[in-house]
């Protein structure tokens, strides 16, 4: 049996897959709920490197990935390939190369400084040469362009039809670090904002990363009613809601019992009180000031104000891209969203 992992660097925490490369099949998933490095967004990761040291955070992301294997019960001698995905910041600290030329965009400072442009071509690397313990394993390293654009949203251009489709096009990572393309004709113009954690359920009161027993959705059928993950992270029905009244109609409608809200679900909920009209940005009109999703799990006002600030950071991110295209975000025919 040929066994490969798919890794995932998100900004927010790391995402691991064990592959049967014989059958495709993912045989074992684990995720963490929060990044090695110190910080809740890819600037407070690239100035821990920089202040602090690019070796030690190098360290600290291969140790936590060998620890995430061996809670897996991951034997490293059996792994042949591993493909990482990330935006160009993880993937250099995880790679260990100097990430100072990310740091600066001004290519005045880079060379009054002698700051080398280090090169983000697509390659394959031993997992020796990258530090990981005990494996005999190819890498493979998707390339990066510039400091704006990962892996992240190179993967859902190619895997959708954005580069072929011949209308206006936007596509966006919806993440902490949120990586965004414009097509306009033959031009493609890129750029991220860093949007903060909270579109992947961090910064929220009762927020968490996508796992079981996190509410993802709220839906309008049988009346407002939550989703959340199950044990194979397929949402299930859990709660009929009313809104106004912080109250629940009937009975649970699965056994998943509910743990917190993730990004997607911090987005439905923002979504259906604006629905109901018991959101009028900036506030909740309950009488506790606060919308309930479960028996002790929340959304508040202050969680209203956190998911705004990474609305809005996107939204300018979009208006900026617009901008540079000459062209006003009513033009754009076609989104792709991923996250």
């Given at each position: 049996m040929s066994m490969g992992i798919a890794f995932d660097i998100g900004t927010s925490g790391f995402r691991v897959q064990l592959v049967d490369l014989d059958t495709k099949k993912v045989l074992r998933t684990a995720i963490t709920l929060r990044h090695p490095l110190p910080g809740a967004n890819v600037m407070d990761h690239l100035n821990f490197a920089i202040k602090v040291s690019e070796d030690i955070a190098h360290k600290l992301m291969i140790d936590a990935f060998e620890r995430i294997l061996n809670q897996m019960n991951i034997d490293p001698k059996t792994i042949e390939k591993i493909a990482i995905c990330g935006n160009p910041i993880q993937l250099s600290l995880f790679e260990g190369i100097s990430i100072k030329d990310l740091a600066y965009a001004d290519p005045k400072y880079l060379e009054a400084e002698k700051i080398k442009i280090q090169s983000r071509n697509a390659k394959v690397v031993s997992s020796q040469e990258?530090?990981?313990?005990?494996?005999?394993?190819?890498?493979?390293?998707?390339?990066a362009i510039k400091h704006e654009i990962g892996a992240d949203a190179l993967a859902m251009m190619l895997k959708s039809n954005f580069l072929d489709n011949k209308e206006i096009s936007l596509v966006t990572d919806y993440g902490t670090n949120a990586e965004m393309a414009l097509k306009v004709g033959d031009k493609i113009f890129t750029g991220s904002a860093a949007s903060g954690p909270a579109l992947e359920g961090q910064e929220v009161s009762?927020?968490?990363?996508?796992?079981?027993?996190?509410?993802?959705?709220?839906v309008l059928e049988f009346g407002w009613h939550t989703l959340a993950l199950d044990e194979n992270m397929m949402p299930q029905s859990v709660r009929i809601l009313d809104l106004w009244k912080e109250e629940f109609r009937g009975k649970k409608l699965s056994n998943v019992q509910p743990i917190g809200v993730t990004g997607t679900g911090v987005i439905s909920v923002i979504y259906a009180g604006l629905e109901t009209g018991v959101i009028e940005l900036p506030y909740i009109y309950t009488k506790t000031r606060r919308l309930r999703l479960d028996e002790n799990i929340y959304f508040t006002e202050d969680d209203l104000k956190e998911a705004g600030k990474a609305i809005g950071a996107i939204r300018a991110g979009h208006l900026t891209l617009a901008q540079e295209a000459g062209i006003k975000l009513e033009d754009v025919k076609t989104m792709y969203m991923c996250g």
């Open positions: 990258v530090g990981i313990k005990g494996m005999d394993a190819d890498i493979y390293i998707p390339p009762c927020g968490m990363l996508a796992s079981p027993g996190a509410i993802s959705d709220i």
